[in-house]
């Protein structure tokens, strides 16, 4: 189904990976739906505030939130460094949740 068709005026993406990012933007955009991409490392709480900024510009709200991100350093936790499975897996995967759902979860409660 197009993105026009499902009633969708605006799909604002976030993504570490610009390269997966624009490769995402550009297929949406080919269905028809309008897309905006904005890079985000989901466990920097900056980068998520920005995101949230440029959806409330973008769209003067956020209507709908699904907080998709995740990782795996894959193999034995005690074959990765601290830096692969903690910081990142951890990051991403907990405090990445914790920052969208703190920054964006309010501005929902708050539309009503």
Same mark, same amino acid.
């Given at each position: 189904?197009?993105? %026009?068709?499902?009633?969708?005026?605006? +799909? +604002?993406?976030?993504?570490? !990976?610009?390269?997966?990012?624009?490769?995402?933007? !550009?297929?949406?955009?080919?269905? !028809?739906?309008? %897309?905006?991409?904005?890079?985000?490392?989901?466990?920097?709480?900056?980068?998520?505030? %920005?995101?949230?900024? %440029?959806?409330? !510009?973008?769209?003067?709200?956020?209507?709908?939130?699904?907080?998709?991100?995740?990782?795996?350093?894959?193999?034995?936790? @005690?074959?990765?460094?601290?830096?692969?499975? @903690?910081?990142?897996?951890?990051?991403?995967?907990?405090?990445?949740?914790?920052?969208?759902?703190?920054?964006?979860?309010?501005?929902?409660?708050?539309?009503?």
């Amino acid at each position: 189904m197009k993105g %026009a068709s499902l009633g969708i005026k605006l +799909i +604002i993406l976030a993504d570490v !990976d610009e390269h997966a990012l624009v490769a995402t933007v !550009d297929l949406l955009r080919s269905q !028809d739906a309008e %897309a905006i991409g904005v890079r985000t490392y989901v466990a920097n709480p900056v980068q998520v505030d %920005a995101l949230a900024q %440029a959806t409330l !510009d973008a769209c003067g709200g956020v209507h709908l939130l699904f907080n998709t991100a995740g990782v795996g350093a894959g193999g034995f936790v @005690w074959e990765n460094s601290a830096n692969d499975y @903690w910081q990142w897996v951890f990051g991403v995967n907990v405090i990445g949740v914790a920052n969208e759902l703190r920054l964006l979860v309010p501005v929902i409660l708050k539309q009503g």
